[in-house]
């Protein structure tokens, strides 16, 4: 059974300065958490000037490291994840950005390569990142809002609060007061509920794909017909206007909805 891991990853060599990085997981199994030790480090910064760097959004100390423990839901989900892979020894492009895992039993052999499936561990690794940023509080859970308004001025509105420290999805629904289900809530009372993180996946992945317009963003809640998305910057994009399907061979304003309007029960 493997007792330990690491991920290695470097942005490919393509990614200039100030966005060229590395980081480095080292992590091994308890009881009931998973213990960290996280570095990240950007890359050839030395050429750059100062203005170079924050006229990016970046600062002068961007490198981190932390120490510390998850919770057991991040052990079994790591655990699983290692249990359906399979390693190469060379990666499969070289001009890919580097992924490297290496995982270690309990008797210290090793394995190491890259995962012969590089999509479902690089999306691992990112919620795992995201998890020791919240953990460590340097960034807050990601909120996720939806608002659909009919042209009857009947609306509904979805507030998710995603806590990848935890893996938890805390959603709550609101109606407007023509269109709220009497049985189910008073308008403008939430209906609270927790959803499996499973369930959300699709849309974690669907949602940073759209090309988004904040120039024609609205900072105010809207309350015109349309259909409205705030993926976690307090603005509200609107579908076909401010927020626009990335090409024509794939409908990725049309998931989002469809994924947002299952949660509408």
């Given at each position: 059974m493997v007792a330990s891991f690491e991920i290695q990853y470097e942005t490919a060599a393509s990614v200039p300065a100030p966005y060229a990085h590395f980081y480095h997981v080292k992590a091994s199994f308890g009881d009931d958490h998973l213990r960290m030790d996280y570095q990240l480090r950007y890359l050839d910064r030395d050429a750059l000037t100062e203005e170079e760097i924050t006229g990016e959004g970046f600062t002068l100390a961007d490198d981190f490291s932390w120490h510390g423990t998850l919770p057991a839901v991040w052990a079994t989900e790591i655990r699983r994840s290692i249990e359906q892979t399979n390693l190469r020894a060379e990666p499969a492009n070289e001009a890919d950005a580097y992924f490297k895992l290496v995982f270690k039993d309990e008797a210290g052999n090793e394995s190491e390569g890259e995962p012969t499936d590089r999509a479902p561990?690089?999306?691992?690794?990112?919620?795992?990142?995201?998890?020791?940023?919240?953990?460590?509080?340097?960034?807050?859970?990601?909120?996720?809002?939806?608002?659909?308004?009919?042209?009857?001025?009947?609306?509904?509105?979805?507030?998710?609060?995603?806590?990848?420290?935890?893996?938890?999805?805390?959603?709550?629904?609101?109606?407007?007061?023509?269109?709220?289900?009497?049985?189910?809530?008073?308008?403008?009372?939430?209906?609270?509920?927790?959803?499996?993180?499973?369930?959300?996946?699709?849309?974690?992945?669907?949602?940073?794909?759209?090309?988004?317009?904040?120039?024609?963003?609205?900072?105010?809640?809207?309350?015109?017909p349309g259909t409205f998305l705030d993926h976690g910057d307090g603005f509200w994009y609107e579908f076909g206007v401010s927020v626009k399907n990335p090409g024509q061979k794939r409908d990725v304003l049309g998931e989002i909805e469809r994924i947002m309007e299952g949660l509408v029960v």
């Open positions: 561990w690089e999306y691992t690794a990112q919620e795992l990142v995201q998890a020791v940023y919240e953990t460590a509080q340097r960034e807050r859970p990601l909120h996720v809002r939806y608002k659909k308004v009919n042209a009857t001025g009947t609306s509904h509105r979805l507030s998710l609060t995603l806590r990848f420290s935890v893996r938890r999805v805390e959603v709550a629904l609101e109606w407007s007061a023509s269109g709220a289900p009497p049985a189910r809530t008073q308008p403008g009372e939430p209906v609270r509920r927790e959803v499996d993180w499973h369930q959300l996946k699709d849309l974690l992945r669907l949602v940073y794909l759209p090309d988004y317009h904040p120039e024609n963003a609205r900072s105010k809640e809207p309350r015109g």
